[in-house]
């Protein structure tokens, strides 16, 4: 999929996840990248509670996450339970103003 990231802002998707155990492949790269002002991505995965604390401005818990990168290749991540889950793609350029499109991968696989 791809999906835009404002500036200094945050973009989420959501997913479901029916049976356990569950492994979520991710990956993505930033299709729009400007070398003189380089966007960056962090990844955060979500529960609902931590999406409604980041809706909040509270970002300080997440079950997962990944530095902010300008890509990153497949990465496997075990989810600890079923239901329904949050990715959170959150833009940061410190010297910039610019939003990123980000293209992304997400397979859920299941062992059961």
Known sequence: GSLF?????????????????SI???SFTITDF???FPQSIALYLLTPQQYQLFLEG???LST???????????TQVSLPS???WYLAFREQN??????????????????V
């Not at 997962?64 to 497949?74: C, Q, R, V």
Request: no cysteine; charged share 0%.
């Open 5 to 21: 990231v404002p500036f200094n802002g945050i973009s989420y998707i959501t997913f479901t996840v029916t049976s356990m155990p």
């Open 24 to 26: 979520m492949n991710v």
């Open 34 to 36: 400007i070398p003189n």
């Open 58 to 60: 509270t970002y300080t």
């Open 64 to 74: 997962w996450s990944y530095p902010y990168a300008t890509s990153l290749s497949i």
């Open 82 to 84: 079923t239901g329904v």
């Open 94 to 111: 410190p010297g910039g103003g610019f939003p990123a499109t980000v293209s992304y991968s997400i397979k859920l696989t299941s062992s």
